[in-house]
């Protein structure tokens, strides 16, 4: 796998971002995820965007984390916000989750945040094992999901 740092609006980050939300209505109902983002929100040193390719150049993974700080969301200093973990269907089960989440944690930890935050739903149980199983506890709600019943908000010491 050959993870590269891309824009957020680079070709690849949308097709899996469109295909990711895809997703989430399955899963949901709605129209995917409404959280706000910004292109700019991802860009160094305030977060990262990353894609992981195959041996054939395919994009397979993604994820990206954004800087948070305290704010009317429930953000602490130092957040880091992680946003868009995706593997595509057909290569899922091969441990890339998990290799691009510590890509991730390594970034935001060399960009100098302290904490990873995330936010995920109760009708994403292999997420919710992935991040548990990576050290990440239940925390605070926070973000534009906190009042929602099926929102689940996990952190990480960095």
């Known amino acids: 796998m050959n993870i590269r740092r891309v824009r957020f609006d680079h070709l690849d980050a949308v097709t899996l971002n469109d295909e990711v939300q895809a997703e989430y209505q399955l899963r949901y109902g709605g129209d ?3 959280t706000a983002l910004d292109t700019t929100d991802f860009d160094p040193p305030r977060g990262a965007y990353l894609i992981a390719y195959d041996e054939l150049d395919r994009p397979v993974a993604t994820g990206g984390w954004r800087s948070q700080d305290l704010n009317d969301e429930g953000n602490e200093n130092g957040d880091a916000e992680l946003k868009r973990m995706y593997v595509v269907a057909q290569m899922r089960g091969r441990g890339l989750a998990r290799r691009m989440l510590a890509a991730l944690e390594e970034d935001a930890r060399t960009a100098g945040r302290i904490r990873m935050v995330l936010e995920t739903g109760s009708k994403q149980p ?5 991040y548990t199983s990576s050290g990440y506890e239940p925390c605070a709600k926070f973000g534009y999901y906190r009042f929602h019943e099926e929102s689940l908000c996990f952190a990480k010491k960095l």
Do not use: Q, Y
């Open 32 to 34: 995917g995820d409404a």
């Open 126 to 130: 292999e997420a919710v094992a992935l």
